[in-house]
């Protein structure tokens, strides 16, 4: 099926599926068949087809057609468009066909028509696509330099510096219509064209006119248009128009004048790029077009045609061309879908490859399940295991039995006890022979898994000493000594080299630690299972790292940041999922409320209630020092403030990250007995404290923070049988800010606020794909979750079924994988 003809049809469904109402595509079908002509007609070289052609399309106006009659017409151009891809020279007519009956249009007006009886320049090869920049005319070292910084080297490069939006231009209207407003467009003649100085400001002032009237044009700091512009010319404008003094006028609009090319910079769907200094929107649109028209042609399409035609995406070259500059929003939304769809799907592609490649790299040793001392373990427990606790148990244990590599994602909301779950494997690793390993994103997290995790043990055990940094157990394992060992950088080096020798000779079964554990100088004598806690803060590369301290671990990976299931299986494909949808019993509903600034009074008043009733208080600052970039008060500043002026009468204490680790112990140890009051705090601790006796929680410039982060906040409080709340501040939230904050007002459900994080968030955003060593997504959105399953589904199937990209089919497609993953040796 041809481009255009395809384009049609989706355009008559669309129409019908809206009753007929002319609202398929913006401008009315009219407009569109008039551009979908001129491109049908420019594909026939038969010059006397050409004028049937036209012919056929010279009386049809649908706008003016009663709307019971519309259906009938729509039914003529499916039967015209069938003509149309039926003939030779790719359109050609059926000469029988009545052409009384046929569906017409009007010819296009100049303005939106580009030169069909000039020769298309022929396609430049494949080659020049990896050019540099300066290969092209007007780009000179200087501008190549400019350039680099935007990530554009080659050719191929320009082709996927796709816009940043489009800025619809193509409606056009009559000056006695115009209204003051953006996005407007007129074509006009100049009657006059002269400098002029509003403000002392050398500018250029036009005087525009067609048949309904005159309106002035007013380009402000740029006295050059005057000699590029002249009276008697037909142009086109596009822009924003003001009411200055009662009169009409267009500001610094765009502009172009009227011949027989197409339009680039009015008139049309403009695209507006992402700049740099010295780049100016203009030039870079004019260069693009050309870019674009000579070169788009030379795109090879990797994407395999059985996938394209099954999921009914358009070709590269075309999607390339449509993403610059589109013919129409549905031509647009096309390419997007087409482009969008590439990038998940190598991005899946390229982590089903990951975890082939570990599982297969060597065989795992497998961890059989101690049933006894697993008994044990779940009896001494203060609770029983949640539904969603123990089968995401089994699927573990299922996967440690194994001697393929385990690598599994455990999800689970704050507070749902997703430690106490690895706890359960950690033992059966450790009963086995081998040693385990915990690594968490920061020391305040680290020294919480190490405090949770020795307080289960001490309920196992018979007796508990501690010497040099390691703790050791007796009565947990029947046979020898059970010993755990914190391993962090902030530690006493003496202390740090003598834990890493106990690690490397097997003394110690369980070392709990920081980015410290993977460190070059840390050896183990036999890991076999490696947890990583808040998976999303560590690259690729650092999970690898860990994996490589054994031989072939098993890997479980831990996350409190609720992740879609469909963007969790992306993300996160080369691992297996388990997840922990579901509270302990007892768990308290965190009553939240969102307050203005002068409320900030009343919030104080209610700590100092909840303080007097012997309950302790969070206030998180986004700063650990003043910044006069960021407006936001910070932990420092606050502490003083609060401690001297608010709350002289309580025992206060602050935490950041720019505290020693004996600082930070000190600190939370106060703070866990009872001994501070208030703890004034950066995002420090957004994971990993556990202080049941901490009911109330503010959270200062909450708008800075993303829906995820403020429910991971909030989940450090509502620990205990207490009631508790959180209260958000925010001085002046922008439109987006004021959406989140009414969402975690009235939401508890940290997976129901992922999803609308995503929503808000825009592309890639969510969590970062570059630190979770992942390709970027220029055109992709996460929360496009139709496409992401899409290509999700096309991969798996694709990879079962040449999970090397072998076949001569999937050559185009392998080249373009290892271009898009060099790093992924598995491919080679």
Known sequence: MSLPTERLRSVIALEKKKGCQNTAVIGGLDKFLAKWAVEAASTINDRSVLERFRKLLSRFEYAAMPVEKRSAALDGLTALAEAVEGTPNNIALNKNQNQSEAPVVAEPPAAYRKKVTQSKAPAASPASLSLPVTALKGISEATAVKFKKLGIATVNDLLYHFPARH?????????????????QTIVANIWEVRLTTPGGR??????LGDETGNIRALWFNNPYLVKQLRNGDRVVISGRVSDWKGRLVFESPEWEKLEEKELVHTGRLVPVYPLTAGLFPR???????????????????????????HRGLIGLSSAVSQAHFPDDELSKNAARVRLAFDELFFLQLGVLARKRA???????LAIPTDNTLLNRFLKSLAFTLTGAQQKSLNEILSDLKRTEAMSRLLQGEVGSGKTVVAAGA??????????????????ILAEQHFRSLTRMLDLLATEKQAVDGITSYLGILPDRP??????????KESGKTAIRGRIKTGEVDLVIGTHALIQKDVKFKKLGLAVIDEQHRFGVEQRLSLRQKGTNPHILVMTATPIPRTLALTLYGDLDLSVINELPPGRQTIKTRWLKPEQRSSAYAFIRKQVDLKQQAFIICPLVEESEAVQARAATAEYENLKQDVFPEFRLGLLHGRMSATE???????????????LVSTPVIEVGIDVPNATVMLIESADRFGLSQLHQFRG??????????????????????????AVIEKTQDGFVLAEEDLKLRGPGEFFGTRQSGLPDLKMAKLSDVPILEMAREEATKLFQQDPGLKKPEHRALYDELIHIWPQTGEWS
């Open 202 to 207: 050398r500018s250029t002032e036009a005087i």
């Open 426 to 443: 950690i033992l059966m690793a450790i009963s086995a022979g081998f040693q385990a390993a915990i690594m968490a994103p920061t020391e």
């Open 482 to 491: 059970f010993s755990v060992a914190l391993l962090i950088g902030d530690a």
């Open 167 to 183: 800025v619809d231009y193509s409606q056009t209207a009559k000056i006695s219509s115009l209204l003051p407003g953006p996005d």
């Open 283 to 309: 030039a870079v649109r004019k260069l693009m077009k050309e870019v674009v028209d000579g070169f788009s042609g030379s795109l090879s399409d990797y994407l395999p045609s059985d996938i394209r035609q």
């Open 358 to 364: 570990w599982q297969h790299s060597q065989p795992a």
């Open 716 to 741: 450090r409080v509502g620990r205990g049988t207490e009631q508790s709340y959180c209260m958000l501040l925010a001085e002046n939230p922008s439109e987006v800010a004021n959406a989140r904050l």
């Open 664 to 678: 930070k112990d000190s600190v939370m140890g106060a703070f866990g007995t009872g001994k501070l009051d208030i």
